[in-house]
C-alpha cells in the first residue's frame, strides 16, 4: 500500500473514531439543550437512546452496504459509506429535538457501519501476510487520534472556561456561546467531505477483482501499487506473501450469505466472533460515548468529568502505538483476554486513588489503554477469519451482531450501572469484555497464515 491509500483510509478510521467520541462529552450539553427534562446531573439517563440507535445504524449498515462491496466492489463502496456518513453528521449539526437527534445519529451509524466494515477487509486484501496486523495498527492510530480529536474538541466547544484540571482555562462555553456541541458534528460532515475527495483515487482491491474474474484489471493495481509502495511496505512475492491462489466469486450477496449460515465451519466462527465484539462492545461503547455522563452522575462537574475522559483518551493513542509493535506477536484471540485485564487494573487505580487527580488520570489511561488495545486484533482475526468470496458479508455480519448487541446493552445497562458506587459501576461495565475474551478463545488461529490455508 502507499502511504497516499494509507493515509486516506486512515482518515476513514479517524472518521470513525471521532463519531463514536464526540458524543462523549459534548452530549451533556447537547441534552440540557434540546431534551425536555435534561439536566448535566441527568444527561446519563437520556445518552443510551443516541448510542443505541447509532450502533442499529451501524448493523444496517454493515449489514446492508458492507455486503454490497462484495457484489459492486470495495472502491464504489467505500465512497458511498463516507457520503451517508457524512450527511449525517450534517443533520446532526442542526437537530433541534430529541427525535431528530437520535435519528441523525441513526443515519451516521449506517454510513459508519459500512465503513468500518470494509476498510477491514480492504486492507486485509491488500497487506502483505506477515503485516496484516501491523497496518491495521496504524489505522487503528489513526482512529485513536480521530477518538483524541472528538472528545479534546468537545471539552473545548461544550464546556465553561474552568482552571486546570477541573477543566480547560480556554474552553468557549458560555452564556452567550452555548451552540458549541454543533460544531462539534459540522467539524464530523467537513471531515467526512475531505475524506470522499481523497477516496476517489484510491485504487480497488486486486483480489476482489481477482475473485470476479477481472485478472488483468487486478494485474495493473498491483502493478501500480508497487511502483507507488516503498521497498518496506510494497506487496511481498508470492513465496513471502499470501498465496496466488484466488477464489472466484460465484453469485451475489445472497448466495454469500446463504453459503456461510449454512456451513458448519464458518457459522461457527460467525457466532464466536459476533458474540464477542457483542461483549466487547458493550464495554468499548459505555466508556467510549457515556464515560463522562456516568461520571458526572458520581458527583463530578461536568467540566471535570471531560478532563478525565480527555485525559484517558492519551491511553486509547498509546494502544495504537505499542499495537503496531506487538499486535502481530501474539495470537490475535487472546489480546482480547490481555485488554480485559489491564482495563480491570485501571479501574482499580481509578477508585484506590479516592478522587486524587493524579491517580484518577492514571487510572483512566489504563482504563482506555486496556479496552482498546486488543481492537486492532480483533479486526484482523474478523476479516482474516473468512474467504474472499464472503468476507464483507461476514465481516458485517459479526460487526453487526457485536454493534446491535452491544448498542442494546448500552441502552439498557448504562443508566443502571450509574447509579451504582464507583466500583461497583466500572467493573460492571468492564465484566461483559471479560466475558467476551473468553468466548472469543473459541476463534481460529489466523496470525501468520496465508488467508487461503484459514480458509482451507
Avoid at 465553561?160 to 459540522?186: C, N
Avoid at 506473501?241 to 484466488?246: A, F, L, P, Y
Avoid at 482506555?368 to 481492537?375: A, C, E, L, R
Amino acid at each position: 500500500m502507499s502511504a497516499i491509500s494509507v493515509l486516506t483510509i486512515g482518515l476513514g478510521m479517524l472518521f470513525v473514531q471521532y463519531d463514536v467520541f464526540n458524543i462523549n462529552v459534548s452530549f451533556v450539553q447537547t441534552c440540557a439543550q434540546i431534551i425536555g427534562g435534561c439536566t448535566p446531573a441527568t444527561a446519563d439517563q437520556f445518552i443510551g437512546l443516541p448510542i443505541f440507535l447509532s450502533l442499529v445504524g451501524y448493523g444496517i449498515g454493515a449489514l446492508i452496504l458492507g455486503p454490497m462491496s462484495d457484489r459492486f466492489g470495495r472502491h464504489r463502496l467505500l465512497i458511498i459509506a463516507m457520503v451517508i456518513t457524512g450527511l449525517g453528521s450534517l443533520f446532526s449539526t442542526f437537530a433541534g429535538d430529541a427525535t431528530s437527534f437520535s435519528l441523525s445519529r441513526l443515519i451516521t451509524g449506517i454510513g459508519i457501519g459500512a465503513d468500518l466494515a470494509i476498510i477491514n477487509v480492504y486492507v486485509s486484501e491488500i497487506a502483505p501476510r506477515r503485516m496484516r496486523g501491523r497496518y491495521t495498527s496504524v489505522l487503528f492510530f489513526m482512529a485513536a487520534l480521530g477518538a483524541a480529536l472528538g472528545i479534546w474538541l468537545g471539552l473545548f466547544l461544550t464546556t465553561p472556561m474552568t482552571p486546570w484540571p477541573q477543566g480547560l482555562p480556554f474552553a468557549l462555553a458560555s452564556d452567550t456561546f452555548t451552540a458549541g456541541w454543533r460544531w462539534v458534528y459540522a467539524v464530523g460532515a467537513i471531515l467526512a467531505a475531505f475524506s470522499i475527495v481523497l477516496r476517489i483515487a484510491l485504487p480497488e482491491s486486486p483480489r476482489w477483482l481477482a475473485s470476479r474474474g477481472r485478472d488483468d484489471e487486478a494485474a495493473v493495481v498491483v502493478e501500480r501499487m508497487e511502483k507507488l509502495a516503498t521497498r518496506r511496505h510494497a506487496l511481498l512475492p508470492a513465496s513471502e506473501g499470501d498465496s496466488d491462489t484466488t477464489e472466484v466469486t460465484v453469485g451475489g450477496t445472497f448466495s454469500a450469505v446463504r453459503e456461510l449460515l449454512t456451513s458448519r465451519v464458518y457459522l461457527r466462527r460467525l457466532l464466536v466472533i459476533g458474540m464477542a465484539w457483542l461483549l466487547g462492545y458493550i464495554t468499548l461503547y459505555a466508556f467510549a460515548g457515556a464515560f463522562t455522563s456516568v461520571l458526572v452522575r458520581q458527583g463530578y462537574a461536568p467540566a471535570e468529568a471531560g478532563i478525565v475522559s480527555a485525559v484517558g483518551l492519551t491511553g486509547f493513542i498509546l494502544a495504537a502505538v505499542v499495537a503496531r509493535s506487538v499486535v502481530d506477536r501474539v495470537e490475535r484471540k487472546w489480546w482480547m483476554l490481555i485488554g480485559g485485564a489491564i482495563t480491570v487494573v485501571g479501574a482499580l487505580i481509578v477508585v484506590g486513588g479516592g478522587g486524587a487527580t493524579a491517580a484518577t488520570f492514571l487510572g483512566a489511561i489504563v482504563v482506555f489503554f486496556g479496552q482498546n488495545i486488543w481492537v486492532p486484533a480483533q479486526y484482523a482475526l474478523t476479516a482474516e477469519s473468512f474467504p474472499t468470496r464472503f468476507r464483507t458479508t461476514a465481516y458485517a455480519l459479526a460487526d453487526s451482531i457485536g454493534h446491535v448487541g452491544g448498542g442494546l446493552g448500552v441502552f439498557l445497562l448504562v443508566g443502571i450501572f450509574s447509579q451504582f458506587p464507583l466500583l461497583g459501576s466500572l467493573l460492571g461495565l468492564i465484566a461483559f469484555l471479560i466475558v467476551g475474551a473468553l468466548v472469543n478463545l473459541l476463534a481460529p488461529r489466523t496470525r501468520n497464515r496465508s488467508l487461503e490455508e484459514i480458509s482451507a
